[in-house]
């Protein structure tokens, strides 16, 4: 049988204590955590961007109307700024490295990848509606792209909120906030649910 989580006199919820480390050891994990998650989006982010470059040299990239050159040029504009934004850790790396401030780091290259999301999401979306309106010549590939999208929209935001409210039992904070040093170090309690 598995022992429960009770406070000291039995009764409630024991609080969880969190990792017991330095400021550089947070740095250090952060920073790898960090590189883990962007592994990921860099590799979709470099493969669809490089699709896309190839894209202009097909004879069919000829017959397409204006509309959809722009919104070719607009999906290439998109792909490589979500490129820069997502390699970034590297030359914010190379420029930080040895200087002592890793905290800084992780918090200014995290930024920048968020920002690599969302443009990573534009991408595939403007990708996904020039794809399936080349495709059908319908109007239904708006409805189609707008569909696609939400579900990014849950996948990446709704749901991690939505479960990290769950866990905790308490609104959502910002990983910098002064009350909350390290959002992933489960030091309040959990909500018991039925």
């Known amino acids: 049988m598995a022992a429960t989580n009770t406070g ?8 969880r204590v969190g990792r ?12 790898t955590d960090l590189l883990q998650e962007v592994r990921v989006a860099q590799t979709g982010s470099q493969i669809l961007f490089g699709f896309l470059l190839s894209v202009v040299f097909m004879p069919r990239f000829s017959q397409l109307g204006g509309f959809d050159r722009g919104l070719y040029v607009a999906t290439v504009v998109l792909g490589a700024l979500a490129t820069g934004s997502l390699t970034s850790p590297v030359a914010y790396h190379r420029i930080f490295a040895g200087r ?3 905290p800084q780091l992780v918090d200014a290259v995290a930024r920048l990848v968020a ?10 979306s403007s990708a996904l509606l020039l794809l399936l309106r080349v495709a059908t010549n319908s109007s239904v590939s708006a409805w189609i792209t707008a569909g696609v999208m939400l579900w990014f929209a849950s996948c990446w935001l709704v749901l991690p909120v939505w479960h990290l409210y ?5 609104s ?17 309690p959990r909500r018991d649910h039925p």
């Open 115 to 124: 920002v690599g999301l969302v443009l990573l999401a534009l991408t595939i």
């Open 166 to 170: 769950w866990h905790d039992g308490r």
């Open 20 to 31: 017991h480390e330095s400021p550089e050891e947070r740095a250090d994990r952060r920073w």
């Open 8 to 15: 000291p006199d039995g009764h409630g919820p024991r609080p």
């Open 172 to 188: 959502p904070r910002a990983p910098d906030d002064p009350d909350d040093p390290d959002c992933d170090d489960h030091s309040h």
């Open 100 to 102: 002592r401030l890793k």
